[in-house]
């Protein structure tokens, strides 16, 4: 369950700009940017300026956070360090080399000459203060180097254990402010560990930061999970388990553990996902001829509506993010491909022309993208089309990839990659999850402690 944490009192630019507060539940106002390097300006195009940053990465300076005390510098040294990872790892920043810093920022004002002399074109300052106990007050400040200017200063106070929270929530306003689009790294990442022989997997329900810090197991690995999702807004994720080999979906409570069969069905249930309100569940039951239909399940009175009758193979459900439209994958047409129907259910059509059989279709919460994999020619690979199935595009191929989930800003993919086996006992096989920017720029392997599939990004946590 996460902590609160708190925003303090505001930050006053020393140009004379008062800051507004930014915390859990107070969104940050408009401030002062300079047309210059930010794409800020009403009317100006946010994508050009992350364009510009894909080939370009924004050079940023990071220098530990100041402290009073030793733990408190320590903690400062780990925020910062944790905030240049993140900004790094999107590949739009370029963190400058701290052997390069000419002296450290001690005072409110920094010496923007010693910042411009070694390229940097934004620079991040920060305080830590311990307020006794186990709390914690930081602050931290984002300047323009060249005009010397404050563009947003916040503090915030809290548990000291929520210091990577902190990290993160500045993480998401730096790339907010710097690139005026939402953050993704105050965010959680559910998936599957798995582990032991391949032939007899232990797959066990997991959850991490989606830098890949503070993992743990959510269920012990006796009966085998899949397809988790988080819930919008709830600390609640549904999946499939085999308890007690009748396969069927479950809700999970974060909170206590506590984890309950979302109904009672005759036959398997599988492949869920919450609707955009919260309210329900669409997901998939199969029939008793081989084939699965599409149903909702609303959360409150656990009735459930059919949505197709096809007689095919219909699963992997996803809703638009307005929730009007629903995207799943059917054989319907003879071979498995991609469709696009109204929430209601009517309006099927087909939507995938490509080359092979594709599946997994998930909506980007922007709206404008459907993410899909597909297998053709033995190749397996993660693309992307508009909803109209226009403008397809293939980010990442491989013998085995599987399974996109977006980010919440909709910016970047995460997906998992397995290798193939040298033998019949698995010899060789790893399964990891990769993620990707939305162009197929900056693929990179995330690390987790055991191998991993079927990912999904959850929420912004503030």
């Known amino acids: 369950m996460t902590q609160p944490i708190i925003p303090a009192e505001p930050l006053v630019d020393l140009n004379g700009v008062t800051l507004s507060r930014r915390g859990l539940?107070?969104?940050?106002?408009?401030?002062?940017?300079?047309?210059?390097?930010?794409?800020?300006?009403?009317?100006?195009?946010?994508?050009?300026?992350v364009d510009r940053a894909r080939t370009d990465p924004i050079p940023v300076a990071i220098p530990g956070f100041v402290g009073a005390d030793g733990e408190s510098q320590r903690?400062?040294?780990?925020?910062?360090?944790?905030?240049?990872?993140?900004?790094?790892?999107?590949?739009?920043?370029?963190?400058?080399?701290?052997?390069?810093?000419?002296?450290q920022t001690t005072g409110d004002v920094p010496n923007f000459a010693n910042?411009?002399?070694?390229?940097?074109?934004?620079?991040?300052?920060?305080?830590?203060?311990?307020?006794?106990?186990t709390k914690v007050r930081v602050e931290?400040?984002?300047?323009?180097?060249?005009?010397?200017?404050?563009?947003?200063?916040?503090?915030?106070?809290?548990?000291?254990?929520?210091?990577?929270?902190?990290a993160h929530i500045i993480s998401d306003v730096i790339y907010e402010r710097l690139l005026g689009e939402k953050g993704y790294f105050d965010t959680r990442v559910v998936y599957i560990a798995g582990t032991g022989p391949r032939d007899r997997r232990v797959k066990r329900l997991a959850i991490m930061d989606q830098d890949g810090e503070n993992n743990r197991f959510l269920t012990d690995g006796t009966w085998i999970a899949k397809s988790p999702r988080f819930h919008p807004t709830r600390d609640q994720i549904a999946f499939m388990s085999y308890a007690n080999n009748k396969p069927r979906v479950y809700l999970f409570d974060l909170a206590?553990?506590?984890?309950?069969?979302?109904g009672d069905f005759a036959a398997m249930t599988l492949s869920p996902r919450f609707a955009p309100d919260g309210n329900s569940v669409i997901m998939s039951q199969t029939t008793p001829g081989g084939n699965a239909d599409i149903y909702t399940i609303d959360?409150?009175?656990?009735?459930?509506?059919?949505?197709?009758?096809?007689g095919s193979i219909d699963v992997s459900p996803c809703y638009s993010p307005d929730g009007t439209q629903i995207t799943f994958n059917s054989d319907r047409g003879g071979d498995q491909q991609i469709y696009v129907m109204n929430a209601d259910g009517s309006?099927?059509?087909?939507?995938?022309?490509?080359?092979?059989?594709y599946g997994t279709p998930v909506w980007s919460p922007r709206g404008d993208l459907i993410a899909f994999t597909r297998l053709s020619d033995a190749t397996f690979a993660i693309g992307v089309m508009r909803p109209d199935g226009s403008g397809e595009r293939i980010l990442s191929e491989s013998f085995y990839v599987e399974g996109p989930t977006f980010a919440p800003n909709g910016r970047v993919i995460m997906f998992w990659r397995e290798t193939p086996a040298r033998d019949a006992r698995g010899t060789g096989f790893s399964a990891r999850l990769v993620s990707i920017d939305i162009t197929g720029f900056n693929e990179r392997q995330m690390?987790?402690?055991?191998?991993?599939?079927?990912?999904?990004?959850?929420?912004?946590?503030a």
């Open 25 to 49: 539940a107070v969104g940050a106002a408009a401030l002062f940017l300079p047309n210059r390097l930010y794409a800020q300006t009403p009317g100006q195009d946010t994508a050009i300026v």
């Open 75 to 103: 903690l400062g040294s780990d925020i910062a360090s944790v905030i240049t990872n993140n900004l790094a790892r999107s590949g739009l920043f370029r963190a400058i080399d701290p052997a390069a810093f000419i002296g």
């Open 115 to 133: 910042w411009k002399g070694i390229g940097a074109q934004a620079l991040v300052t920060g305080k830590v203060e311990n307020q006794g106990g």
């Open 140 to 166: 931290f400040r984002l300047w323009d180097v060249l005009p010397g200017q404050q563009i947003q200063g916040t503090a915030y106070s809290t548990e000291t254990a929520n210091w990577r929270r902190i």
């Open 256 to 262: 206590s553990g506590r984890q309950q069969p979302l």
């Open 299 to 310: 959360l409150g009175s656990r009735q459930a509506r059919r949505l197709t009758d096809s």
């Open 347 to 357: 309006g099927v059509k087909r939507i995938s022309f490509g080359k092979g059989r």
């Open 447 to 461: 690390t987790t402690p055991t191998d991993a599939s079927e990912p999904a990004w959850g929420p912004l946590l």
